[in-house]
C-alpha cells in the first residue's frame, strides 16, 4: 500500500465509518484498519492524535488493534496520554500498561509529561505560595498589634 497523507487516511477510515454506521457488518471486510501512513500511524493511532475520540471508540468497538505501535515504538495507550485523549477505552481492553517506547517511557511516565501531574504539581506550589504569603501577612500583624 502506498504512503497516504494522515489527512487522507483519517478521511478514508471516516468515510468508511459512515459507511459501516449505516451497515454494520461490514467493517470487518475493509482490511485497511492495520493501513500506515508515511507516518507509520494506523488509523487508531491517528485518529488518537486527531483527538477524534469517536472514532478511536469506534476503531476500538470493531477490533482494531489496540496493541500496535509507531516506529518509535508508542502505543494506542501512550498516544492518548499524550494528546490527552481519553485512555479509558483502551485501558478498558486490557492494553498492556508497562509497554517502553524507545527511549524506555511507559505510558505512564508519557502522562507526567504531557502536564497532568505537572500542572497538579504547578497548582500545589501556587497554593503553597499563597498560604505562605497570608502567613507571613498574619505574622506581620500580629507583631504590630502585641
Same mark, same amino acid.
Given at each position: 500500500?502506498?504512503?497516504?497523507?494522515?489527512?487522507?487516511?483519517?478521511?478514508?477510515?471516516?468515510?468508511?465509518?459512515?459507511?459501516?454506521?449505516?451497515?454494520?457488518?461490514?467493517?470487518?471486510?475493509?482490511?485497511?484498519?492495520?493501513? #500506515?501512513?508515511?507516518?507509520?500511524?494506523?488509523?487508531?493511532?491517528?485518529?488518537?492524535?486527531?483527538?477524534?475520540?469517536?472514532?478511536?471508540?469506534?476503531?476500538?468497538?470493531?477490533?482494531?488493534?489496540?496493541?500496535?505501535?509507531?516506529?518509535?515504538? #508508542?502505543?494506542?495507550?501512550?498516544?492518548?496520554?499524550?494528546?490527552?485523549?481519553?485512555?479509558?477505552?483502551?485501558?478498558?481492553?486490557?492494553?498492556?500498561?508497562?509497554?517502553?517506547?524507545?527511549?524506555?517511557?511507559?505510558?505512564?511516565?508519557?502522562?507526567?509529561?504531557?502536564?497532568?501531574?505537572?500542572?497538579?504539581?504547578?497548582?500545589?506550589?501556587?497554593?503553597?505560595?499563597?498560604?505562605?504569603?497570608?502567613?507571613?501577612?498574619?505574622?506581620?500583624?500580629?507583631?504590630?498589634?502585641?
Amino acid at each position: 500500500m502506498s504512503p497516504m497523507s494522515a489527512a487522507a487516511l483519517l478521511s478514508t477510515m471516516l468515510r468508511f465509518a459512515r459507511i459501516c454506521h449505516l451497515q454494520q457488518s461490514c467493517f470487518h471486510t475493509i482490511p485497511t484498519t492495520e493501513a #500506515r501512513n508515511k507516518d507509520d500511524l494506523t488509523p487508531l493511532l491517528l485518529t488518537i492524535s486527531e483527538r477524534k475520540q469517536q472514532m478511536v471508540e469506534f476503531l476500538v468497538k470493531k477490533e482494531a488493534n489496540i496493541h500496535v505501535f509507531d516506529k518509535k515504538k #508508542r502505543t494506542a495507550l501512550m498516544f492518548a496520554v499524550s494528546y490527552e485523549s481519553n485512555a479509558v477505552s483502551l485501558l478498558q481492553h486490557s492494553v498492556n500498561i508497562f509497554s517502553q517506547d524507545v527511549f524506555g517511557w511507559t505510558a505512564e511516565e508519557c502522562a507526567v509529561i504531557s502536564g497532568v501531574i505537572i500542572h497538579q504539581l504547578i497548582t500545589d506550589h501556587k497554593e503553597k505560595r499563597y498560604l505562605l504569603k497570608i502567613a507571613t501577612q498574619w505574622m506581620r500583624f500580629l507583631r504590630k498589634t502585641l
